[in-house]
């Protein structure tokens, strides 16, 4: 079943030469559990697609459905994860993972619960007194994935939400995020611009054109592997073939 449909989306911009397309008749569709990244050339508008799909900015045409419903204004079934964790340092790891619950008013026993439960499944229920500053940088942004997580979205956005991390931070976060996001079966729409992270991630990678951005290819990814985690894809020998063709596709826009 489709979680996510995105139909005929087309965003215009009013600037003083004119009017610009940024968008260009993108649609596609996400299954239930599916992580898809989006990729494209740089300013293609990749992150405005993504805002687009929050429902936080209302396209020029086209319409988005989230379990066959319209979006119209911020959706309450979609988590947004950013570059920056956003935590707040004045709060404790725990008080900023039910953050999310008490901004949307959904602070009840049961979804207290289930961020406790979350904390405790994923190894950050011993540090739900610390604070922010006290923790690396992997463990902020798994803190920024379970606080999105206790609202029980039905699709998380993240938009170049590892960017901000070290290369060797980042490959343990990615996995730690991919298996969690997998057992959670919670389906994912990711921009990068990083190409190896898209691959290992993702069971489809949207490739974008230039602005006007349209979509030029839909890559599935298979590694036929029974356990696939990010890291074991990057050893697999298909992640080169997947590497070089969306290379290619990528850099015939530059």
Same mark, same amino acid.
């Given at each position: 079943?489709?979680?996510? $449909?995105?139909? /005929?989306?087309?965003? $215009?911009?009013?600037?003083?030469?004119?009017?610009? #397309? &940024?968008?260009?008749?993108? %649609?596609?569709?996400?299954?239930?559990?599916?992580?898809?990244?989006?990729?494209?050339?740089?300013?293609?508008?990749?992150?405005?697609?993504?805002?687009? +799909?929050?429902?936080?900015?209302?396209?020029?045409?086209?319409?988005?459905?989230?379990?066959?419903?319209?979006?119209?204004?911020?959706?309450?079934?979609?988590?947004?994860?950013?570059?920056?964790?956003?935590?707040?340092?004045?709060?404790?790891?725990? $008080? /900023?993972?039910?953050?999310?619950?008490?901004?949307?008013?959904? $602070?009840?026993?049961? /979804?207290? &619960?289930? &961020?406790?439960?979350?904390?405790?499944?994923?190894?950050?229920? @011993?540090? *739900?007194?610390?604070? =922010?500053?006290?923790?690396?940088?992997?463990? *902020?942004?798994?803190?920024?994935?379970?606080? #999105?997580?206790?609202?029980? =979205?039905?699709?998380?956005?993240?938009?170049?939400?590892?960017? &901000?991390?070290?290369?060797?931070? *980042?490959?343990?976060?990615?996995?730690?995020?991919?298996?969690?996001?997998?057992?959670?079966?919670?389906?994912?729409?990711?921009?990068?611009?990083?190409? =190896? @992270?898209? +691959?290992?991630?993702?069971?489809?990678?949207?490739?974008?054109?230039?602005? =006007?951005? @349209?979509?030029?290819?839909?890559? @599935?990814?298979?590694?036929?592997?029974?356990?696939?985690?990010?890291?074991?894809? *990057?050893? %697999?020998?298909?992640?080169?073939?997947?590497?070089?063709?969306?290379?290619?596709?990528?850099?015939?826009?530059?």
């Amino acid at each position: 079943m489709d979680v996510l $449909k995105v139909l /005929n989306i087309e965003q $215009k911009y009013q600037a003083d030469n004119g009017e610009t #397309t &940024a968008i260009k008749d993108i %649609s596609f569709s996400v299954e239930k559990g599916e992580f898809i990244s989006i990729v494209g050339p740089s300013g293609c508008g990749k992150s405005t697609l993504l805002s687009i +799909i929050s429902g936080l900015l209302k396209p020029t045409g086209g319409e988005v459905y989230v379990n066959g419903m319209l979006v119209n204004g911020v959706s309450s079934h979609i988590g947004y994860m950013l570059q920056k964790d956003n935590l707040l340092d004045w709060r404790t790891i725990y $008080k /900023n993972v039910l953050f999310g619950l008490e901004i949307r008013k959904i $602070k009840t026993p049961e /979804n207290v &619960a289930r &961020a406790e439960e979350l904390l405790k499944t994923y190894g950050l229920y @011993e540090f *739900r007194n610390n604070y =922010p500053s006290q923790l690396s940088g992997g463990m *902020r942004q798994r803190t920024a994935l379970i606080r #999105t997580l206790a609202i029980n =979205p039905d699709i998380l956005l993240l938009d170049e939400a590892f960017s &901000a991390l070290d290369y060797q931070t *980042r490959l343990n976060v990615t996995d730690d995020v991919y298996r969690i996001l997998k057992q959670e079966k919670v389906t994912t729409v990711m921009v990068t611009h990083d190409i =190896p @992270e898209s +691959i290992s991630m993702s069971d489809k990678i949207i490739i974008l054109t230039q602005r =006007p951005a @349209e979509i030029k290819e839909i890559v @599935e990814i298979d590694f036929e592997l029974p356990h696939r985690t990010p890291l074991t894809c *990057r050893n %697999s020998p298909k992640f080169s073939k997947y590497f070089d063709h969306l290379w290619k596709e990528l850099s015939v826009h530059e």
